[in-house]
Structure formats: structure tokens, C-alpha cells
Nanobody, 118 residues
């Protein structure tokens, strides 16, 4: 069973930056498309950014375009989310998601809290 371990969350002031990491316990990381979701209190979880299994394609929700960058290092079994120019509305629990390209199996990380506040 693949497990995802997230790190990098915390408290940051508006305009600041954070980088989230998500490391997968699998030897075939390149068989998984990876994404980041977020969920604010009282709201539904939704997709923030996604990256293809080879890293060649990315997609972002409109509210983070130009501020967030998703990337992956398949040698380290890790996906990253670089978050710049953070805003209070970015405050949420961020979840790492892995989707197996061939089987469609989906795996979630435990989530990490991001709080943007002065």
C-alpha cells in the first residue's frame, strides 16, 4: 500500500512563501499522477494543482495561477508545491493525492495545515 507523507505546512504572513513536499513510499513513483488539493473550514475539498506522471504537464486552479508551482522529482519519489505571494484566502488544509495511471487507484496524504495571517 502506497503511503504519502506531507511536510512544509505552517503559519506564514500574507505575501510570504512556503513549499510543501509529499513523499510517496513506492518504487514506481513515475506510475502516479500527482496533485494537491485544499480544503478550508466548512468548504469542500478541491483541486489546486496537478502534474502528470512524467512531469510534462501541469494544471492549476485559476486562483493560484502565477503564484503556485507544482513540480516533481521522480528520483526522490516526491512532489512539491511552491506557494508564493500567499493570501489569507489560501488558508486551508492541503492534501497530497496520488492516482495510479494504469489502475486508477487514488491515495490521499494526511493533510498539512497552511495558515496565512498577519
Amino acid at each position: 500500500q502506497v503511503q504519502l507523507v506531507e511536510s512544509g505546512g505552517g503559519l506564514v504572513q500574507p505575501g510570504g512563501s512556503l513549499r510543501l513536499s509529499c513523499t510517496a513510499s513506492t518504487v514506481i513513483f513515475s506510475n502516479y499522477a500527482m496533485s494537491w488539493y485544499r480544503q478550508a473550514p466548512g468548504k469542500e475539498r478541491y483541486l489546486v494543482a496537478a502534474i502528470g506522471s512524467s512531469g510534462g504537464s501541469t494544471t492549476y486552479t485559476d486562483s493560484v495561477k502565477g503564484r503556485f508551482t507544482i513540480s516533481r522529482d521522480n528520483r526522490k519519489n516526491t512532489v512539491y508545491l511552491q506557494m508564493n505571494s500567499l493570501k489569507p484566502e489560501d488558508t486551508a488544509v492541503y492534501y497530497c493525492n496520488a492516482r495510479a495511471v494504469y489502475s486508477g487507484v487514488v491515495i490521499w496524504g494526511q493533510g498539512t495545515q497552511i495558515t496565512v495571517s498577519s
